[in-house]
């Protein structure tokens, strides 16, 4: 597969006066196209950032401090301002957590669209507002040529941010950021919504980076996820392995917490003892290992760097990176889907 | 669109003067109670001092006005001859209160729209200069700029105004609306009217462009700082159509909220600088007034002002509603 | 609690510029009636002296003869006195509605919202000409004038603040207790709100003296009391040849509401410190 995007050693600061805080440190991660990949982490984590990163929509006091973008082999962050507005929303699109608060108040959903469309597109007023309707009626939104001259509060919720997705989709994008597209939303419409993404790359085969803290969803959706913790990413590999055998601690504590139902009745919930770290003044050594059980004399001394894992075989042709001096034994979790055919 | 619309503002339009006339009676009664408090009785002063008016005619006016009847009848006789327009005669000028004040009307409605343009559109600019500069020499400039003028009286400004622009400079007239010595018709008569319009305009509208400099100020890095800001950007617009399609065009709310709050604020300072510039408003109707003792035009027009407020103050909540579609004309 | 914000105030660069300025002009109003102790009203020298031609009259003199320097101080005094008292009924008037309206909510904070909506439709500095014609004019008159034509915003300032703390748990206690209304209001309710009250009457000081000097300028001054309004609206007509009879008095007043805003917002700064972090 030849990579869409390819994010190399990425940093973003945000500079405040109480000292400079590391949102972003040292992240890599590639998409091919056609593939979603999720990114993974409590809020806080720096996967927002790494998003609006990518776009190069960080502004004072954060700035984007080191690494490379590699966009169809083209390094954004070299691009000049003028250069990079040609990428916005024509190549790269994105979507936002809050469709309401993400669409402009005092114009209808179509005039946002058809801004959209005419900023990449030689087309007239017109047509625009046409292939609006068009695409609005895509996304499955009923009578869209009426819905295309409302206003964004009347809309509902799912509406809004199917309307938001038709905006993203506008020129066909060859990547789309989706930065927690259902969690504004009600279970029911989640669905709806991620069942919508899902097809829509199907058909477009464009490449999908998906930011989410749903683990649900990235099951559901992911080809490959990348965990983040306290700004850095801390494994990475395909759904399959990552959910079925995870090597660093974080990754394997976050999926006990949902793997309720591979709980024998009446043990406690498993949780992560302690809090994420303050980005502001960083630890030496592994940001986990305050809240690490398989703690070590080195994780206090050295930051783990993101390592190719070669230890099982059991995943043939899936490169799986960790970023940790004692990876767990993929044995040693309890895999509910094994442990039942065992 | 608009043309669907136009029903549903005829109709909000109709509702709001509907609910103005109790606005209207209440300040009726205000001015009724201004007049019985006054020293004199009601007819001292409306008549104005003694000798402006015929005592048979002050003795009519007595029995007219029921002076021996209960507080409460007399009341109801003042808002019956408010509500039915009749705000009295002038003894000074001789005429009809009403026929006096609808007379200087077009005058003060030209001083204050003009200035409110101007105050608009400099204090957008000096607002969005200041956002789009925020903590440098521009925006410090403003800040300076906007602290003096907050303290600044108007009729001095006026005054100063003159002293440089017509007097050192020679550049415009000093007062007045249009010049009496020459006989102007058509355009050259509008240009004179908007040379004589200049300084007075300009003096007016400072206090309020400093205003809404400020308040522009604050709305636009606000906006910046909102969502939907971030999208426009993901979209790959350019920084100056994001400040005035997405930023600017949301910042013009709190501005409208703030325009129509100071409307009588306003027409109180068109009073002053008309009596600065000798502009023939109501303001200088008010300050011939003054200095003739003729308490019932002053009252006539108080009242008549604080109608114009409440009809200007209708316009722009019906502009509000249109630039706001989260405001529904209905309900 | 108090002193907290007077460190905060003594911090805060505009408080201590609107300080040092009101500072200075009470001292031109007491020390000025020492050395210029004449009347103002009196022909004191040759009329339309420029500032600095006789050091008898440093300031000048008007096309009367009349001492401009004297009229400053007696200006600088009537400034004061109108600015504070006024702002003072504006306050007292203020409070009074919005503490009503904000506690008794109802019918009652109905009433008297219409009657403030009515206040803030009414062209403030109109109605405040209107009452001083009607009442004959005089520094009492232009105080109670302008006391009442300002008070609308604190109304409403003190209406939100008691509509929030009523439901407060401290104001709940005490109500158990049995406290009488009169007394919750002025022992509870009242302390809490009267922070963003004492900002508000700072910049009702600045308006107040604003007004006092429009009134004077249009011939609605104290005619016992010489005021910089008063100087002003007597120079008007030689303005154009003798600007300095206009022009000193206005950088006077000009000065003395630039330091009452300065204070107002140093003072708004300090009591929301949150605020002021940003």
């Known amino acids: 597969m030849s990579e869409l995007l390819s994010v190399h050693k990425l940093a973003t600061c945000f500079h405040s006066r109480r000292g400079i805080i590391r949102a972003v440190d040292e992240v890599s991660f590639s998409i091919a196209a056609g593939e979603t990949l999720a990114l993974v982490g409590e809020s ?13 929509l960080i502004s004072a006091p954060g700035r984007i401090e080191g690494g490379e973008i590699l966009f169809q082999g083209q390094d954004l962050l070299k691009l000049g301002t003028a250069a990079i507005r040609q990428i916005r929303g024509n190549r790269i699109a994105m979507i936002f957590q809050e469709p309401l608060s993400a669409f402009n108040p005092v114009q209808s959903i179509g005039t946002q669209i058809v801004e959209a469309i005419r900023l990449h597109r030689k087309v007239s007023r017109k047509q625009a507002f046409e292939q609006a309707v068009t695409l609005l009626e895509r996304m499955g939104i009923p009578s869209p040529a009426q819905r295309v001259h409302e206003f964004p509060h009347r809309l509902s919720g799912g509406m809004r941010q199917r309307a938001m997705i038709a905006m993203a989709l506008s020129c066909e994008p060859d990547l789309l950021i989706a930065d927690e597209p259902t969690t504004a939303l009600d279970v029911t419409t989640q669905a709806q919504i991620l069942e919508l993404l899902k097809e829509l790359q199907a058909a477009n085969g464009m490449g999908m980076l998906l930011i989410t803290h749903d683990l649900g969803m990235v099951a559901e959706t992911a080809h490959r996820a990348a965990v983040m913790y306290a700004g850095r990413v801390v494994e990475e590999g395909s759904i399959d392995r990552l959910f079925t055998a995870a090597r660093h601690p974080y990754t394997a504590g976050l999926l006990a917490s949902v793997n309720i139902e591979a709980l024998a009745p009446g043990t406690k919930l498993p949780e992560i003892p302690g809090s994420a770290p303050s980005l502001l003044n960083p630890v030496q050594g ?55 055919a065992a | 669109m608009s043309s669907s619309h136009f029903p549903t503002v005829l109709k909000f339009l109709r509702r709001r003067l509907w609910l103005a006339v109790p606005v209207i009676a209440g300040i009726a009664i205000l001015n009724f109670l201004i007049l019985q408090l006054a020293p004199g009785d009601v007819v001292d002063v409306l008549a104005g001092e003694a000798g402006a008016a015929t005592p048979e005619y002050m003795a009519q006016l007595r029995t007219e006005f029921g002076l021996d009847r209960p507080i409460y009848v007399q009341l109801v006789f003042y808002l019956k ?15 009809p209160v009403l026929t006096l004040i609808l007379d200087r009307l077009p005058a003060t409605l030209l001083l204050m729209l003009t200035a409110m343009g101007i105050a608009l559109v400099a204090g957008l600019a000096l607002g969005v200069i200041s956002s789009l500069y925020v903590h440098r020499w521009a925006d410090r400039l403003i800040a300076v700029f906007v602290l003096i003028t907050y303290a600044l009286p108007t009729f001095w400004l006026g005054l100063m105004a003159i002293v440089l622009f017509s007097g050192r400079l020679g550049w415009l ?5 249009t010049d009496i010595s020459a006989d102007y018709t058509g355009l050259t008569y509008a240009w004179d009217v908007t040379r004589h319009a200049i300084l007075p305009a300009a003096t007016l509208a400072t206090f309020y462009l400093a205003v809404y400099a400020k308040l522009v100020r604050t709305a636009m890095l606000e906006s910046y700082g909102a969502d939907f800001i971030r999208t426009a950007r993901a979209k790959g617009a350019t920084e100056t159509r994001i400040t005035l399609f997405h930023a600017l065009r949301n910042a013009l709310l709190p501005l409208l909220t703030m325009l129509g709050l100071q409307v009588s604020s306003i027409l109180s300072g068109a009073v002053l600088v008309e009596s600065v510039f000798s502009w023939p408003g109501l303001g200088r109707l008010a300050f011939e007034s003054i200095l003739a003792r003729d308490l019932n035009l002053l009252l006539g027009i108080l009242l008549f002002s604080s109608v114009v407020v409440t009809l200007i103050n209708i316009c722009v909540d019906a502009v509000y509603a249109f630039l706001d579609p989260r405001i529904e004309l209905q309900h | 609690m108090y002193r907290i914000i007077l460190e905060h105030i003594l911090q805060n660069r505009a408080a201590i510029a609107g300080l040092l300025l009101l500072v200075a002009v009470i001292l031109i109003a007491v020390l000025g009636s020492f050395y210029l102790p004449g009347d103002p009203w009196e022909m004191a020298n040759a009329p339309m002296l420029w500032p600095g031609d006789d050091p008898d009259s440093p300031l000048g003199t008007d096309i009367m003869g009349r001492d401009i320097a004297t009229g400053m101080v007696s200006g600088a005094k009537v400034s004061l006195l109108v600015g504070f008292a006024s702002a003072f009924i504006s306050a007292l008037v203020g409070i009074t509605f919005g503490a009503l309206g904000g506690f008794y909510r109802g019918w009652v904070d109905a009433f008297l919202m219409r009657i403030t909506e009515l206040f803030q439709t009414v062209p403030q500095f109109v109605l405040a000409v209107v009452l001083v014609a009607v009442f004959k004019p005089s520094v009492v008159t232009a105080v ?26 401290f104001v709940l206690a005490a109500r158990t207790l049995g406290m009488s209304d009169p007394r919750l209001i002025l022992t509870q309710l009242l302390p809490n709100a009267l922070p963003p009250v004492i900002v508000i009457s700072a910049l009702n000081i600045a308006t107040a003296i604003l007004t006092e000097a429009s009134l004077s300028f249009l011939g609605l001054g104290d005619p016992n009391v010489m005021s910089w309004g008063t100087i002003i609206g007597n120079g008007r007509e030689q303005v154009v040849d003798a600007w300095y009879i206009c022009g000193i008095p206005g950088i006077a007043i000009l000065v003395v509401v630039l330091a009452f805003n300065l204070l107002g917002e140093g003072l708004n700064d300090a009591l929301n410190p949150q605020l002021h972090k940003r």
């Open chain 1, 44 to 56: 806080g984590s720096g996967k927002s950032v790494t998003a609006a990163s990518i776009l190069r």
């Open chain 1, 286 to 340: 592994c940001a986990f290992a305050e809240r690490c059980n398989a703690r070590h004399a080195l994780c206090d001394k050295q930051t783990p760097p993101l390592a190719t894992d070669t230890e099982p075989e059991s995943f043939p042709g899936s490169r799986h990176r960790v970023a940790c001096f004692l990876p767990a034994r993929p044995d040693a979790i309890p895999l509910p889907v094994e442990s039942e």
């Open chain 2, 81 to 95: 001859s408010v509500f039915t327009l009749d705000l009295g005669f002038s003894f000074r000028q001789n005429m």
């Open chain 2, 173 to 177: 007239p000093s007062g007045n609306m």
């Open chain 3, 144 to 169: 109670f004038a302008i006391g009442i034509v300002s008070w609308p915003p604190t109304a409403r300032l003190v209406r939100s603040a008691f509509l929030v703390l009523r439901e407060r748990e």
